[in-house]
Structure formats: C-alpha cells, structure tokens
C-alpha cells in the first residue's frame, strides 16, 4: 500500500478575471473556468467523506476533463493568443507541508500568482489521486481469484503513471514557474515530486514482486535483489524530502513514513538472502548425503 494522501482544496477562481479580450474564445474559458470549478467542488467533496467510500476514480476523471482546458489556456498564453490584463494568481492548500500535522486537511492555502502554479497543483492532485487509487484496487484484490493478476496490473499502472506525473511536474513545469515567491509550499520544490516519483515507482515494484511470489516461481535471491532496489529507492527519496528547506518543512508524517519503507524494505531484502542461502545449504546437505 502506498502513502495515505490528503488531496488538496482549491479556492474558487475565474478565468475571464485575469483575460484580456477574451471574445474570440469565450465559450472556451467559461467552460475552463467550468472545469476547474468541478474539481474544486469534487476536492471539497472529498473532505466530508469517511476514507473508506471516497472515489479517487471520480477525483481522476475530473482532473483528466480540466486538464485539456488548462493546458490550451497556457498555450495561447505562450503564444500571445490570449494576454493577461493582470497576474493570474490562485490559491491551494499544501497538505505535504508540516503544518499539515497540526491541522489536518483545513491547513491554510497558499495564494500564489502564475498560471504554472496551477498547472503545478492540478497534475500533484492527479497524481495523490493516482496513487490512492492503487490502494483502492488493492483493497479489492482477493488472492487466488481469477482476477487477482490484473488488478496486480491496474494497481501498478496507477502508481506508474503517479510516478510519471510526479516526475513531470519536476523536470517540466517548476521550471516554467517564473519567480516563486518566498512564501511557496513544499509541493513547490522539485525534490519533493522527485521523491513522490521514486516512491510510487518503488511501490510499483513491490506489487510486481508480490504478484510474483503469489505463482511460487519466483527465486529468493531475484525477490531480494528487488527488495533492496525498492530499499534503495525509498532512501533516495527519505535524502530528497529531507535536504528541503525554507519556510516551510516537509511533513513529519510523510518523512517517517518514507523511512520507515526504507528500514522494511532493506529488511525484506536481507530475509529473502537469508532464505536463500538456507535452500542453498539445503541442497548441498542433500547432495553430500547421496
């Protein structure tokens, strides 16, 4: 199972406020700003649903249907089709920050201006709801079913393209945002979606080992190789989170919880060496008595 996830609020915002001469694509940005206004309310939504009945499935739809809009938004931004008659600038609540500890998912937002800083919070969204949605399906995985592979497969896959987007978000869009002022989350700093990504590819693999261990055709040395990539992974991940630093700190929670999948997974991988060696000597105790 992957990290438990508290998505993010929106404040509500409209698009023709920032626009100038927006006539030629009115229909367009009212239904962008139609779009965005869906995933504030599902996000909303969210809050006041016991964890065991959310729909992370839904919230996944609902980013995927905005985010065509936005993107064209930004590219006719790029490309002086649409110009700004004032900074764009939208609020949502950091829920990686340590604050988060504190005060739960009513944590304060955090008003930032560009149109990147949206783009920046939509696809982190997309891919904590992502994520939660592995867990979802993993949940629903009864062993020995007919359908127990490819829910293994399903599970994976979200947190692959979790990993993707994390990874995205990194290398592709923070780098765009011009001027962050000092004030920005945590979600904000590359290394933080650098070390999402390495986790959701590490908790990936280990569905992919579990999944093999379920056919018993698996060697032990192989697992405990995986395991201590996995390990490795996540001690990348714990380095990243915690060389961040400014205004705001990583979560305690999400800190701890990245170490400790470190210290599990390294465990794991040594249990595996062990049970190796141990058919190894097996074997040779068996040869030798022959």
């Known amino acids: 199972m992957s990290y438990t996830y508290s998505l993010p609020t929106t404040g509500a915002m409209s698009f023709v406020d920032f626009l100038k001469d927006v006539n030629p694509y009115s229909s367009e940005i009212s239904d962008a700003t139609a779009q965005r206004g869906r995933v504030r309310t599902v996000l909303k939504g969210l809050k006041k649903e016991a964890q065991e009945v959310r729909d992370y499935r ?5 980013v995927e249907d905005y985010l065509p809009y936005l993107v064209s938004v930004i ?3 790029d490309s002086g089709e649409l110009k700004l008659k004032k900074n764009i600038e939208t609020s949502w609540r950091s829920t990686l920050s340590d604050h988060i500890i504190h005060t739960g998912s009513n944590a ?7 149109i990147y ?8 969204t997309y891919g904590y709801a992502c994520s939660m949605q ?15 592979s490819a829910k293994y497969n399903k599970a994976a896959d979200s947190l692959n393209t979790a990993a993707s987007v994390f990874n995205y978000v990194a290398y592709e869009v923070i780098p765009k945002w011009r001027q962050p002022p000092e004030n920005q989350p945590v979600e904000t ?9 390495k986790m959701a590819l590490a908790d990936a693999q280990y569905i992919a080992i579990n ?13 405990a190789k995986l395991y201590i990539g996995i390990g490795g992974q996540y001690e990348m991940a714990y380095g990243l989170v915690s060389s961040i630093t400014g205004t705001q700190e990583v979560s305690t929670d999400l800190k701890k919880y990245i170490y400790d999948g470190a210290q599990f997974y390294k465990a794991m991988g040594k249990k595996y060496l062990a049970l190796d ?6 074997v040779y105790d068996l040869e030798y008595h022959l």
């Not at 304060?108 to 560009?114: A, G, L, Y």
């Not at 592995?134 to 127990?148: C, H, M, P, R, V």
């Open 58 to 62: 839904h919230i996944v739809n609902t």
């Open 75 to 77: 590219n006719c931004l």
């Open 108 to 114: 304060p937002r955090i008003t930032c201006p560009d």
């Open 117 to 124: 800083y949206e783009l920046l919070f939509v696809l982190m």
């Open 134 to 148: 592995s867990n979802d399906i993993l949940k629903t995985i009864q062993e020995g079913s007919s359908t127990a």
């Open 189 to 197: 700093v590359k290394e933080l979606p650098v070390a999402l990504s």
């Open 211 to 223: 999944k093999a261990l379920l056919t018993g055709n698996v060697s032990k040395s192989l697992v």
């Open 277 to 282: 060696a141990n058919d190894n000597q097996q």
